[in-house]
């Protein structure tokens, strides 16, 4: 096709997710890629077909006709650059390993309520962190733990951080008073086994999300667009990365209107009207993880003064916005509600 036709482009229809698919078909600069989300083709099928009957041919054969008869309303595949992409999957792939350590952490819980409840207690609230994973390792049930001397049990917390005097104290009464909830070692060994598996899985975790932490503030020191995210007030090391991720770096695609960033990522309620009814409730198709990112932001955002008032201040809107022909707009954040950034998200990196 590509011989007998070397000028013209092809569009490709392809349904989400296609994970595999985009990146092997955008290294073709002929192939003009349009994703589709799985619910417009579902709709789109359910149109014809209303007995909800699917077939991948058929479907097939609704992609087509879709990318045929409706190309231009289509959104199309634009790729972004190495530098942005490479913040984008290192921060994608840190929210994964928080996911996971989150994951971990519930399961280790629920195994400790089971036989060593007072572990939540000797632990900490955060059973990730270096404390509660080493506690559990040396002292993997209440038994263990009651038979190390109080002199050997108070080095181990000043050598973990952990100082109070006021909470030192408390460890050792609850550990001195403590009844275990079973003295059945057949019981206990099985628990102890998956627990400390558990506790060294979650270590592998923390020291991965480190990692990534040191790679995703590389890859975001050496971005060009670095000092715009940096220069918004409450975006750190760890939220200006996810701002970045979410706007990436071609934000002319939201240049119409903030209306077009909200409801991308997810801040913008949906609103139904039918009749004399009307129902407004939160935006349920959108990804997530910009949605919350956003959330959270809003929330640093009160704590900036000015800027949680609603408007960045002078300086910092005239380095953030610059639209096509001059005409600034201001990135707003409401505070108490969900982000509203906004405004002109064409941002000129020359002016950094």
Not at 51 to 64: G, N, P, R, V, Y
Not at 72 to 77: G, M, R
Not at 117 to 135: N, V, Y
Not at 192 to 217: C, G, K, N, T, Y
Request: charged share 20%.
């Amino acid at each position: 096709m590509r011989q007998q036709h070397p000028q013209a482009r092809v569009g490709f229809c392809l349904e989400q997710p296609a994970v595999h698919l985009i990146p092997f078909l955008e290294a073709y600069a002929c192939i003009t890629l349009h994703p589709i989300n799985p619910i417009t083709l579902q709709k789109y099928r359910e149109a014809f077909v209303t007995s909800c009957a699917k077939d991948d041919t058929q479907d097939a054969e609704f992609l087509a006709d879709l990318l045929l008869n409706h190309h231009a309303q289509l959104p199309v595949w634009a790729p972004q650059d190495s530098q942005t992409r490479a913040v984008q999957q290192l921060v994608t792939h840190r929210r994964a390993l928080v996911d996971e350590r989150t994951a971990l952490s519930n399961r280790l819980i629920a195994l400790l309520k089971q036989y060593y409840p007072q572990a939540l207690t000797l632990c900490g609230e955060d059973l990730w962190r270096p404390l509660s994973t080493a506690f559990l390792l040396k002292w993997p049930s209440l038994g263990a733990a009651q038979k190390a001397k109080p002199a050997a049990v108070k080095q181990f917390y000043h050598l973990q951080g952990s100082r109070s005097a006021t909470l030192l104290e408390a460890r050792l009464a609850l550990l001195a008073k403590a009844v275990p909830v079973t003295d059945e070692t057949a019981v206990i060994e099985s628990f102890v086994l998956r627990v400390q598996l558990l506790a060294r899985e979650l270590q592998q975790v923390v020291r991965a999300i480190a990692a990534f932490d040191e790679q995703i503030a590389t890859a975001y020191a050496a971005h060009p667009d670095h000092g715009i995210f940096a220069s918004l007030p409450g975006a750190g090391p760890v939220l200006g990365p996810r701002l970045l991720a979410s706007l990436g770096a071609d934000r002319e695609r939201f240049a119409a209107s903030a209306a077009q960033l909200q409801c991308y990522t997810g801040v913008a309620p949906v609103t139904k009207r039918s009749g004399g009814s009307e129902r407004i409730h939160r935006r349920y198709c959108c990804p997530k993880f910009h949605r919350q990112s956003f959330h959270e932001y809003a929330q640093e955002s009160v704590l900036w003064g000015r800027l949680g008032g609603g408007v960045l201040p002078a300086t910092t809107h005239q380095r953030l916005c610059a639209s096509h022909g001059g005409a600034g707009a201001g990135v707003q954040v409401a505070a108490g509600d969900p982000a509203l950034l906004a405004g002109s998200p064409t941002l000129r990196r020359s002016e950094v």
